[in-house]
């Protein structure tokens, strides 16, 4: 008797099953490859594997400032210490985010020592706008905000980017503050190789920086022209702008030298800020929204930022089980864009301080979020009509840059700022080097008495979310994006994947991602996903667009003496670095 070998059996099974003969009825199901299939001797389930460190880490957009932030941890110095350090250092090494000139949100965790409590903070120091700011002020003869014009010195509020380095320095930080300035002055002075993404990002702004005298002298050759990758670029102006700050800290950007260099030049081309603008500005310290995710605690940066909608999307998507329609799969991303839908539309309610008040604690509550998730369905598509306005009241008690640290005494801090656009306004007073914000375009211009319209003194509304999300009271990932309206969507797959699907944080980070905003707006989805699932989304109703890539987070995972670094690759010249 013959006796067909296993080899031949699954072979002639195969050439059945491709025939359509009878053996297709009679399958089992699909035989899963062996637990540490791989093809090598050492395997690993998932592609991509975090950069590991010890003793403290730093992960930015910026190779050279994360270095910076790495050597002030070697040195001693705290979570605080290094991020005011690489604050500094971006605005060299990354102009078209980094910034003196711009604004943006801090989470500070500082753990318990002897002398005091653990605490952890928020510091807004997002820009406010000029007491000169009218609701016609960016309007145009018609009455229209031209949002495709370029910047200019009347779009600039009051930068608070040193007001809020200074603010956590003074409050946690232990090195000299002109010690974490000094790496930043050296790097302006002698220069560095400029790197292909710098060098690419620069040449595509170069004709409208070229059209402002201050921008021209600090970032274009003398002819004009930008400089190429591989070349020196070396920042005088700005350098001797930084050593007036390490001299004179705060003090001298708001009411000092420079502090009146800054008003001159942005008046002198018809900006409405004043000397009075400057030294009122304040940074605004404040407890976090707290919030949780499958029993993970999880402080998130409150108004003006948005770290409330982040918060409601994941309670939103708390009520489904979504480990177990697994990373991918059609139900959990039309689920997550259901949920984005959801609370698109209950961001309405987000607006600018003091004039507004957000419902914050309402709107990133559980029971908000169960009387919300009502309206969602498996089998079903929401248009912009199906949600009607939500009422959070009841449960009341553009181009950025996002860099994580943390250290080995337990401190971490999640920080992200911004000039608005790439290269923000575009203007540089004369003299000076600094690269000024266009953040009163973000006010919504040709309207009056909503959250986000402009007012003078108004600090503006953000979609920025830098957060902490914590493992037995302790820092387990430290994290946030830039992206603009991308950012939101962004941190919740970022968390999703993490929590839910167990990737670890560079995998989480690099899966491909969705965005979705209001209800009749298209479904987007990055490079990455299947034809198969953009078919079957659309057959469910969403309208399915390609985008391109989308926010570039930056992360850090704490496990015991570990530090899991992960550098978004989405935008070049990312790094994470471990101080050993």
Same mark, same amino acid.
């Not at 690489?86 to 090494?93: D, I, P, Q, S």
């Given at each position: 008797?013959?006796?067909?070998?296993?080899?031949?059996?699954?072979?002639?099974?195969?050439?059945?099953m491709?025939?359509?003969?009878?053996?297709?009825?009679?399958?089992?199901?699909?035989?899963?490859?062996?637990?540490g299939?791989?093809?090598?001797? $050492?395997?690993?389930?998932?592609?991509?594997?975090?950069?590991?460190?010890?003793?403290?880490?730093?992960?930015?957009?910026?190779?050279?400032?994360?270095?910076?932030?790495?050597?002030?941890? #070697?040195?001693?110095?705290?979570?605080?210490?290094?991020?005011?350090a690489?604050?500094?250092?971006?605005?060299?090494?990354l102009?078209?985010?980094?910034?003196?000139?711009?604004?943006?949100?801090?989470?500070?965790h500082?753990?318990?020592?002897?002398?005091?409590?653990?605490?952890?903070?928020a510091?807004?120091?997002?820009g406010?706008?000029?007491?000169?700011?009218t609701?016609?002020?960016l =309007?145009?003869d018609?009455?229209?905000?031209?949002?495709?014009?370029?910047?200019g010195?009347?779009?600039?509020? $009051?930068?608070g980017?040193?007001?809020?380095m200074?603010?956590?320095?003074?409050?946690?930080?232990?090195?000299?503050?002109?010690?974490?300035?000094?790496?930043?002055?050296?790097?302006?002075?002698e220069?560095?190789v400029?790197?292909?993404?710098?060098?690419?990002?620069?040449?595509?702004?170069?004709?409208?920086?070229?059209?402002?005298?201050?921008?021209?002298?600090? *970032?274009?050759k003398? %002819?004009?022209?930008?400089?190429?990758?591989?070349e020196?670029?070396?920042?005088?102006?700005?350098?001797?702008?930084?050593?007036?700050?390490?001299?004179?800290?705060?003090?001298?950007? *708001?009411?000092?030298?420079?502090a009146?260099?800054?008003?001159a030049?942005?008046?002198?081309?018809?900006g409405?800020?004043?000397?009075?603008?400057?030294?009122?500005?304040?940074?605004?310290?404040?407890?976090?929204?707290?919030?949780s995710?499958?029993?993970?605690?999880? +402080?998130?940066?409150?108004?003006t930022?948005?770290?409330?909608?982040?918060?409601?999307?994941?309670?939103?998507?708390?009520?489904?089980?979504?480990?177990?329609?697994r990373?991918?799969?059609?139900?959990?991303?039309?689920?997550?864009?259901e949920?984005?839908?959801?609370?698109?539309?209950?961001? #309405?309610?987000?607006?600018?301080?003091?004039?507004?008040?957000?419902?914050?604690h309402?709107?990133?509550?559980?029971?908000?979020?169960?009387?919300?998730?009502?309206?969602?369905?498996? %089998?079903?598509?929401?248009?912009?009509?199906?949600?009607?306005?939500?009422?959070?009241?009841?449960?009341?008690?553009?181009?950025?840059t996002?860099?994580?640290?943390?250290?080995?005494?337990?401190? +971490?801090?999640?920080?992200?700022?911004?000039?608005?656009?790439?290269?923000?306004?575009?203007?540089?007073?004369?003299?000076?080097?600094?690269?000024?914000?266009?953040?009163?375009?973000?006010?919504?211009?040709?309207?009056?008495?909503?959250?986000n319209?402009?007012?003078?003194?108004?600090?503006?509304?953000?979609?920025?979310?830098?957060?902490?999300?914590?493992?037995?009271?302790k820092?387990?990932?430290?994290?946030?994006?830039?992206?603009?309206? *991308?950012?939101?969507?962004?941190?919740?797959?970022?968390?999703?994947?993490?929590?839910?699907?167990?990737?670890n944080?560079?995998? +989480?980070?690099?899966?491909?991602?969705?965005?979705?905003?209001?209800?009749?707006?298209? =479904?987007? =989805?990055?490079?990455?996903?299947?034809p198969?699932?953009?078919? =079957?989304? #659309?057959? #469910?109703?969403?309208?399915?667009?390609?985008?391109?890539?989308?926010?570039?987070t930056?992360?850090?995972?704490?496990?015991?003496?570990?530090?899991?670094?992960?550098a978004?690759?989405?935008r070049? %010249?990312?790094?994470?670095?471990?101080?050993?």
């Open positions: 008797m013959h006796i067909t070998k296993p080899r031949t059996l699954v072979a002639l099974t195969a050439a059945l491709l025939m359509g003969g009878p053996v297709l009825a009679k399958q089992a199901a699909p035989v899963r490859p062996a637990a299939s791989g093809g090598d001797i $050492v395997n690993y389930g998932q592609i991509h594997s975090p950069v590991v460190g010890r003793g403290g880490m730093v992960v930015s957009q910026s190779d050279p400032a994360t270095r910076v932030g790495v050597e002030i941890l #070697r040195q001693g110095g705290n979570a605080v210490d290094s991020a005011v690489v604050a500094f250092a971006e605005a060299v090494t102009p078209r985010a980094g910034n003196i000139g711009g604004s943006g949100y801090m989470i500070v500082m753990a318990a020592t002897a002398e005091r409590p653990a605490q952890t903070i510091v807004n120091y997002y406010t706008a000029p007491a000169a700011t609701p016609d002020l =309007l145009d018609s009455g229209r905000f031209d949002r495709s014009k370029p910047s010195f009347i779009n600039v509020s $009051v930068p980017t040193v007001m809020g200074w603010e956590a320095h003074a409050r946690f930080g232990s090195m000299p503050w002109a010690d974490l300035i000094a790496p930043a002055i050296k790097l302006a002075e220069g560095y400029l790197s292909d993404g710098e060098a690419d990002a620069t040449a595509g702004r170069a004709r409208v920086l070229a059209t402002d005298p201050g921008a021209r002298e600090a *970032y274009l003398t %002819d004009g022209t930008p400089y190429r990758a591989g020196i670029f070396r920042q005088p102006l700005l350098a001797e702008s930084l050593r007036k700050v390490a001299r004179g800290g705060a003090d001298e950007f *708001y009411k000092g030298e420079l009146r260099q800054i008003v030049g942005v008046q002198a081309q018809g409405v800020i004043t000397m009075a603008d400057m030294s009122a500005y304040r940074a605004d310290v404040s407890e976090p929204i707290w919030g995710y499958r029993d993970h605690r999880i +402080a998130y940066m409150p108004p930022a948005s770290g409330v909608s982040v918060a409601q999307a994941l309670n939103l998507l708390e009520h489904f089980d979504l480990r177990a329609m990373w991918g799969s059609v139900d959990s991303l039309h689920l997550i864009s949920a984005m839908k959801i609370t698109s539309s209950d961001r #309405r309610l987000i607006g600018g301080a003091p004039q507004w008040t957000t419902p914050a309402g709107l990133a509550s559980k029971e908000f979020a169960a009387e919300r998730v009502r309206l969602i369905a498996l %089998d079903r598509t929401l248009k912009a009509a199906d949600i009607p306005e939500g009422n959070p009241y009841p449960y009341e008690s553009q181009d950025t996002h860099y994580s640290v943390a250290d080995a005494f337990g401190n +971490a801090v999640s920080n992200t700022y911004t000039l608005s656009n790439s290269y923000g306004a575009h203007v540089a007073p004369v003299g000076t080097g600094i690269l000024l914000n266009n953040h009163l375009d973000n006010f919504s211009w040709g309207t009056r008495g909503e959250p319209s402009p007012a003078p003194g108004k600090r503006l509304g953000s979609t920025i979310t830098p957060m902490v999300v914590f493992k037995d009271d820092p387990w990932l430290v994290t946030g994006t830039p992206g603009g309206g *991308y950012i939101i969507a962004t941190m919740v797959q970022l968390i999703s994947n993490v929590i839910d699907h167990d990737l944080v560079a995998e +989480a980070a690099m899966r491909p991602r969705l965005n979705q905003a209001g209800g009749d707006s298209p =479904l987007e =989805l990055e490079g990455g996903f299947s198969d699932v953009e078919r =079957l989304l #659309r057959e #469910r109703g969403h309208a399915v667009r390609p985008s391109m890539t989308m926010g570039s930056q992360s850090i995972m704490v496990d015991g003496d570990r530090f899991l670094g992960a978004d690759t989405r070049p %010249d990312a790094l994470a670095l471990g101080v050993r």
